[in-house]
Structure formats: structure tokens, C-alpha cells
């Protein structure tokens, strides 16, 4: 049996290591998923959790984005998709990546890595989890007609470029980087040295699809075939329903689920699930901000509250000439009271950042941005040398009621230190806002946050400043930034670290974009639920959650 806490080769362990979400992320792409688990007043129709000799069962809110999906490489890093779905590691309460399905990971260079299977694992139709379950997972993901949102995850993989090219159909349907060699070995190839790629192998997006899957994709979104502790029930997503039900995998081969059933329930976001948690609808509900900062208060033997590895920023659409000087990027920046923000608006739930990545990410913690310090005078005097502004302002940030509270202090702190007075706030969809930005076609700074996706500086970096990335939001390109990430990539431990840091460095130099905080992630759950915990992306274990 696998075991969940088992390391992986010894040299491995002392790679840089995760939301977070993609959060999380990747990975994730999005705003940071502030997870708070909230009794006494909670409970699924009114009921609160319900404890049973099977384990009984409870809801939770989350965001919508966390059930819009459920296919692996479309659905990407959630607490629900960690539910469903257990790839080859996973990222534990240390930061390190340890087996999951896999039971070793191998690699002399860094580049050709050797991954044997534990034997064992089965998906929630009874198929034998093999090597090819992995390799057609991956193969269907990086496909470019199968338009995968995630698929760009694969991209570090030989043979990414052949199934994804700049102008035509591809060449190819399958990663030649990917070589089943048994059914319980795996040989992968990538196109350059990636010392922390045991990491990334933790993301549910590298998660193995059954056979059966094939057959018809897009109902395999709706109801998947997973492996993980918990499987879809039927009938899975429906039209116009927004909330599926998890049953417990009584065939899991790794540990166990503690409830049987967790009902889950999707919300535009966090304001809209704590409103139905009040209404006692959930369980547990999203909270951020005052919320958060109410349940520590009031509530604090069972509020639970952690720094995660992500950064919210300003960033700078540098396709708009106003932009190109750096001295304008500077003159914002320093403009910005990052401790004002911090303690009084956001009531201490986050640190003022001098970087990317705060210190709960191995190589982050650095003071790397020379001008995210407060010094309007400063800012001031660089905007006048750089010509002045005219005209109007357009600030950009996702519909995330947080993120919009934040960007209103930003614009009345811009105004009063820079003197521009035409500002204002234009707030998109998640799903809008990213595509506009990849389009450029934002006319003005926006407020994201990004989590790393695992818990190394290195990841961090690479999402917000490489030129491949999906989530390199500003356009940015560094020769000099792209040479030492390089270097950081083959390099394990501090020295990779150390490298990463004056990757991170080079390009804040630049200032493509201006950090601003490391917020704060919380869980608040009632006095019956137990094992409520965060990960390294703030997101809480669903199967770890049980009911006294």
C-alpha cells in the first residue's frame, strides 16, 4: 500500500519546494481561494454535519470555478479536484514532495526521469492505474485541438511543441517525451533540466485517466473516472445545477476518506457562499477580508490561519506605451502604502511584500523589490522626470469583491500621490479578464494575485515573468532574467534557491510588476468537524476532514 508520507529519493528531498492554486496555482490562474469551514451556524439544508458510524457527511462552499470542471488538465489545482484525483506525488506539511501513486522518481541529470508505479492504485470503475493511464492523461492534455485549458503544464515535456504548433495542424498526437515502459514504469524526457519536476508531477493536472474515459470526453468532464479518495456520484455536473456530491472510494489505495459523502456547493464567490452559509445552506464557506478577520476573533479555537506561497500585484501592461518608461512603473509602485493596505484595510490578514514570494515558499522571503517601499515624494519626482500623466486611468481586477476593495484603495492613494485624478476601476470575470489581458487589450495596471505552484521560489518565478508562461500576465521579456532561470532549473536545493532569487531580482528590476502582499488564508470550522487543515497553497484536504 502506498503511504502518503513516504519521501522519494533523498537527493529529491532537498529540491525547493506547494493553493493554490494553479492554488494554487496554477497553478492556478485566479484570485487567491481563501477557504474558511464555518459551524454553528452552517449545516447542508440546515442541518449542520451529520456524523454517522460510516463517517458521516457535511457541505462545503467553494468557488465556481472549482466545479465548472472536472476532467484533470480543464479542471486544474482545487480541493475538490485533490478529492477526486491523486497524480504521482503530492506536496506534504513540509514542503516536500512525496509518493503518491508513484513509488519512486529517479533522475541522474535532471532531465531524463525514471518513475515506477506503485502497484495497487485503481480507478473508481475498478481499472488497474497503470503507466499508459498516465501517458494518455498527459498525451490528451497537451493536444492543442483538444484546447485543454491546463494543457501548457506539459509544455517542459519533449515533444510539446510538435502537438502545439505556432501555425498549422500538429505533427504529432503524442508526447515523445513520455515512454511507457512497463505497466508500472514510466521514462519522461524533458527539454531542459527541471531539478523541482518531482513537484510538479504533485499538480492533479499530471493525474492518470482511465480507458473508459476516452470514449466520450466531454461527458467524462461532467462525471469523471478518478482515482482519488472520493468519486463523483451520479449524476455528476448538470445544467443549471451548481453543486455535485463526492462519495467516499471504499477501493483507495492510499489513506482513506474520513466522511463517506461531502455534498459541494459553487458560489460566484467568497461574499455570496459565507451569505449562504449564515442562511445555513453549507457547511463550510469561503472568507476573506472582514469576515476572516471577524471568525479569528470570535472564534478562535477553531479558526485556523496560514501565510500562503502567493502574491497579489500590480501589474503593467507593458504593450501600452505609457508604460515602456520605467520610471512611470517605479512612480507607481512607490506610491502604493503596502503597510497601510496590509494592517488596516485587509485588518492584518496579509504582509506587506518585498518580492514575489513570501518566506512559507523555500528561496522566498527576499527583499528583492528595491522600489516596494512607500515614498510618494520619490514617486512623484520620477513621474514629473518622465513627462507627467495625461489623461485618464483605467485600473483592471477580476470580480472578486477583496480584490476590488483593494484596488479602490490603490486608485485614492494613486491620486493622492501622483495627482491624477481621472481614475477608474473596471472589474472582469476570472474567464474575461485573463484572455483581455493575453490580448492586451487591458488599457491600465491590474490587480491579480498568483500562487505558486508548488512551494519553491522557482515556480513562482517561472508563472509571472517566463516568456512561455500562460500566467505572465504583463508581456514581460528579460534575457537576463530567462538565463538565470535556466540555471535555477537544474539546480537542486539552496544553490538552485540562491539562483532563483537573483532571477526574481533581475526581473523586478525591470518591475514588469509591482508586488503588494502576501496575503493570508483561514479555515474556521465548527466545534464538530476535526482535521481541518491548510496546505501550502491554502486550500484545505477535503478527505482529511472528519465529524466527531
Known amino acids: 500500500m502506498p503511504s502518503s508520507e513516504k519521501p522519494l529519493e533523498e537527493a529529491l528531498l532537498a529540491v525547493p519546494g506547494s493553493s493554490g492554486a494553479v492554488r494554487r496555482a496554477v497553478l492556478a490562474v485566479g484570485t487567491a481561494a481563501l477557504v474558511a469551514t464555518v459551524g454553528g451556524c452552517g449545516g447542508g439544508a440546515g442541518r449542520g454535519p451529520v456524523a454517522a458510524a460510516d463517517g458521516g457527511s457535511f457541505s462545503v462552499g467553494v468557488p465556481a470555478w472549482y466545479v465548472a470542471h472536472l476532467t484533470p488538465a480543464r479542471a486544474g489545482k482545487s480541493s475538490v479536484a485533490e478529492a477526486v484525483w491523486t497524480p504521482l506525488t503530492r506536496v506534504d506539511k513540509d514542503g516536500r514532495a512525496v509518493g503518491a501513486v508513484a513509488e519512486s522518481i529517479r533522475s541522474d541529470d535532471n532531465r531524463h526521469w525514471t518513475v515506477r508505479l506503485e502497484e495497487g492504485w485503481t480507478f473508481h470503475n475498478g481499472e488497474p492505474v497503470t503507466a499508459q493511464s498516465f501517458a494518455d492523461a498527459w498525451n490528451a492534455a497537451a493536444y492543442g485541438p483538444n484546447a485543454m485549458p491546463y494543457g501548457y503544464m506539459f509544455a517542459a515535456i519533449d515533444g510539446y511543441a510538435a502537438l502545439n504548433p505556432a501555425e498549422g495542424r500538429p505533427t504529432a498526437k503524442k508526447l515523445s517525451g513520455v515512454d511507457v515502459v512497463d505497466a508500472h514504469t514510466l521514462r519522461i524526457t524533458l527539454t531542459k533540466p527541471l531539478a523541482t519536476f518531482p513537484y510538479v508531477l504533485a499538480g492533479t493536472v499530471f493525474a492518470p485517466m482511465a480507458k473508459a474515459a476516452f470514449k466520450d470526453l466531454t461527458a467524462h468532464d461532467r462525471r469523471p473516472i478518478g482515482n482519488g479518495p472520493y468519486r463523483v456520484a451520479a449524476p455528476g455536473l448538470r445544467p443549471g445545477v451548481q453543486e455535485i456530491t463526492l462519495e467516499r472510494y471504499d477501493g483507495?489505495?492510499?489513506?482513506?476518506?474520513k466522511a463517506a459523502r461531502i455534498e459541494v456547493k459553487s458560489y460566484q464567490d467568497d461574499a455570496t457562499a459565507y451569505t449562504s452559509f449564515q442562511a445555513g445552506a453549507v457547511d463550510l464557506a469561503l472568507a476573506s477580508g472582514h469576515r476572516l478577520a471577524r471568525s479569528q476573533r470570535t472564534r478562535p479555537d477553531s479558526t485556523e490561519a496560514a501565510a500562503v506561497g502567493g502574491v497579489s500585484y500590480l501589474g503593467f501592461p507593458l504593450w501600452d506605451r505609457r508604460f515602456t518608461d520605467p520610471r512611470v512603473r517605479r512612480a507607481f509602485s512607490l506610491a502604493i502604502d503596502r503597510r497601510s493596505?496590509?494592517?488596516?484595510l485587509l485588518q492584518g490578514l496579509a504582509e506587506p511584500a518585498a518580492g514575489i514570494a513570501p518566506d512559507a515558499v523555500v528561496g522566498g522571503g527576499g527583499r528583492t523589490c528595491a522600489d516596494c517601499r512607500y515614498d510618494p515624494k520619490e514617486a512623484r519626482r520620477l513621474l514629473e522626470e518622465a513627462g507627467g500623466w495625461q489623461g485618464a486611468l483605467t485600473l483592471w481586477t477580476e470580480q472578486d469583491p477583496l480584490m476590488q476593495t483593494v484596488l479602490e484603495a490603490v486608485l485614492n492613494q494613486l491620486r493622492s500621490n501622483l495627482g491624477i485624478d481621472r481614475i477608474t476601476i473596471k472589474a472582469q470575470p476570472t474567464e474575461q479578464l485573463?484572455?483581455?489581458?493575453?490580448?492586451?487589450?487591458?488599457?491600465?495596471?491590474?490587480?491579480?494575485?498568483?500562487?505558486?505552484?508548488?512551494?519553491?521560489?522557482?515556480?513562482?518565478?517561472?508563472?509571472?515573468?517566463?516568456?512561455?508562461?500562460?500566467?505572465?500576465?504583463?508581456?514581460?521579456?528579460?534575457?537576463?532574467?530567462?538565463?538565470?532561470?535556466?540555471?535555477?532549473?537544474?539546480?537542486?536545493?539552496?544553490?538552485?534557491?540562491?539562483?532563483?532569487?537573483?532571477?526574481?531580482?533581475?526581473?523586478?528590476?525591470?518591475?514588469?510588476?509591482?508586488?503588494?502582499?502576501?496575503?493570508t488564508t483561514g479555515a474556521v470550522h465548527a466545534e464538530n468537524l476535526t482535521g481541518v487543515r491548510l496546505d501550502a497553497l491554502g486550500d484545505v484536504r477535503l478527505p482529511g476532514i472528519g465529524i466527531r
Open 252 to 257: 483507495y489505495a492510499g489513506p482513506a476518506g
Open 341 to 344: 493596505i496590509s494592517r488596516s
Open 434 to 519: 485573463y484572455p483581455n489581458l493575453a490580448q492586451h487589450k487591458a488599457n491600465g495596471p491590474f490587480l491579480l494575485y498568483m500562487g505558486a505552484a508548488y512551494p519553491a521560489l522557482y515556480a513562482q518565478a517561472e508563472q509571472l515573468f517566463a516568456a512561455g508562461s500562460a500566467t505572465n500576465t504583463t508581456g514581460y521579456r528579460g534575457a537576463r532574467f530567462d538565463a538565470l532561470l535556466d540555471r535555477a532549473a537544474a539546480r537542486s536545493g539552496a544553490a538552485g534557491s540562491a539562483l532563483a532569487r537573483q532571477a526574481e531580482r533581475a526581473a523586478l528590476k525591470d518591475l514588469p510588476l509591482a508586488p503588494l502582499y502576501h496575503p
